[in-house]
C-alpha cells in the first residue's frame, strides 16, 4: 500500500488528517466564539451536539482522524530518527529561514495532545459522555455547555493552562498549514512566500478565537459585565 | 603580504566503515586567508604526514564547485559557514585568528562513513540509476528554430539542473531525507518536454529507490534549501510531490 510504503504517500496522509484538524478546528473556535455572545445560543449548539447519532458519526470521524494524525507522527519520526542515524553531529548549528516549530512538530504535537486529554475530561466527559452512558459526572446538565465553560474558566489556572496549550497549537499550526500544502504538492517559487503567509494568518485566527473564551472570563466578564 | 591565521582543528578521525571514530585535535599555524579551506586540509595532512601520523582521508576532485565531491561538515553546517559555495570554495578569510573549526563528515544512516571525512554517497547514484535520465531515440534533427517551451520555465529546468548531487541537502536535514536532491532530478526533466513523457514513471521510481535506501521523510523544514550550495529551492520539492501524487492517483 503506498499509502503506507512510499514517503510521499505518508505526507500525503499526514497532510490530509493535518488538514481535516484544521477544518475541525476552525468550526470550533467559531462555535465556541458564541458562548461569549449569547450563552443560550451556545447551549442549543451543545444540545445539537449531544448523543445523536449525526454527532456521534461526526465525533467518530473525527477521533479517527487524531488517532491517524497521531499514529503516522510517531510512524514518520521514528524512521526519521534511523534515517538520521546513530551518530549525531557535534556542532549544530541553525540555518537562517528554517522555524523552530518545523523540527519539533512532534513535541508540539504531544504538548497539544497532552492538553486535548485533560480537555476531553473537562467537557466531553461531563458533556457527550454523560449522554450516552447516562452516568452523571459533572455539576449541570450535559448540554448546559455555557455553565460548563464558566464554571472550568472561573478558576484563573484553567486560564493560562489553556493559553499555554494554544500557544503549543500557534506554532505546530504555523508550520502545519503551509507544510501541508507543500507536502500536496500546491506550492510554487511564487506561492511559497504567499503560503506560509497563509498559514500565519488562519493560525493566528484559530488561536485568537480560542483565547478570546478564557480571557473573556479571565478578565471577569463572564459574570455579567 | 598574505594575512596568515593560526588555527584549532577538531577533525573525526574514523579507521574504518565499522570503526569507533573519536575527534583529534590539531594545531596549525600561519594560514594564509587567501587559501581555500581544501589547501588548508592539505596543509594539515603534509603536516601530519612529516610527524609520520596518518593523514586526514577526505574526499574532493574538481575543486572549483562542480563535482561535488567535498563532503564536510564544518562547525555545523555542510560545506561550511559561507553560503551558496562548496567546501572547496570556502576561503580561510571566513575565519578569525586562534579560532577552533570543527570538521565532521556527512553524517546520515544512508551515507555509511568509508574512512575520517569520506562518506560513501553512491545512494545517490543509484537514485539517479532508478529513473534520472531520459531515454535517448534517435529520430530527425528538430528544427534549430523552435522554441518548444518558454524561457522561464527552461530558467526553472536549469535552475533545477544546477544540483551537482552533494548531498548536503541530506546531511543537512533533520530527517536525513533527499527530498531536494530527488526534487531537483526530477523537476529539471519533468519541466522538458523530452523529459516529460517519462514523468510520471521516473517520479514514482526515484522515489521508490530513495525510500528502499533508507533516507527520511521530508517535514518540509527548509535546511537542505539553507545549506545547498547551489540554492536549489524547496519550491521543486512541491513539483516532485505533486509528480508523484498525479502518477499514482493515474495507476
Ligand atoms: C488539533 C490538532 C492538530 C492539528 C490541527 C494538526 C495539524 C497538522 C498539520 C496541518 C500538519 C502538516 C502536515 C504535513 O506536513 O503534511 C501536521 C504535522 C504534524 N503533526 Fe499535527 N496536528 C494536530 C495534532 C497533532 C498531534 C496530537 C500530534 C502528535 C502527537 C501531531 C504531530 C504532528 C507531527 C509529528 C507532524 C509533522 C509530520 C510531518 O511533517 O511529516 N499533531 N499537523
Ligand atoms: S540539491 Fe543542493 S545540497 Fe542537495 S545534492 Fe543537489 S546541490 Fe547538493
Ligand atoms: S571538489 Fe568538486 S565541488 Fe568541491
Redesign the pocket.
Known sequence: MWLIDSSIGR?LV??IT??F??L??LFHSIMNLVVIISPEGYNAICEFLGANWYALVATSILASG?VI??LY??Y??FQNMRARGAERYAVKNNQKGVSWSSQN??V???I??GF?VLHMYNFWFKMQFVELTGIHTGDFHPADGAAYVQQLFSNWVYCVVYIVWLAA?WL??T???W??L??LGLNNKTWLPRVKVIANVISTIVVLMFMAVPVYYLLGCGSGC | MDKTINLTLKVWRQAGPKAKGKFETYKIDNVSTDSSFLEMMDVLNEQLVAERKEPVAFDHDCREGICGMCSMYINGHPHGPDGEITTCQLHMRNFNDGQTITIEPWRSAAFPIIKDLMVDRGAYDKIIQAGGYVNVNTGGVPDGNAIPIGKDIADEAMDAASCIGCGACAAACKNGSAMLFVAAKVSQLALLPQGKVEGAHRAKAMVAKMDELGFG????TGACEAECPKNVSISHIARLNREFLVAKFQD
Do not use: R, Y
Open positions: 505526507k499526514m497532510s493535518g488538514t484538524l484544521v475541525f478546528l487524531f494524525h497521531i507522527a510517531l514518520l519520526t512538530m512532534l508540539l504535537g504531544a497539544v495532545l486535548l497549537l505546530h499550526l508550520h502545519g498549514i507544510s501541508a507543500q507536502s | 521523510n521530508c517535514t518540509n
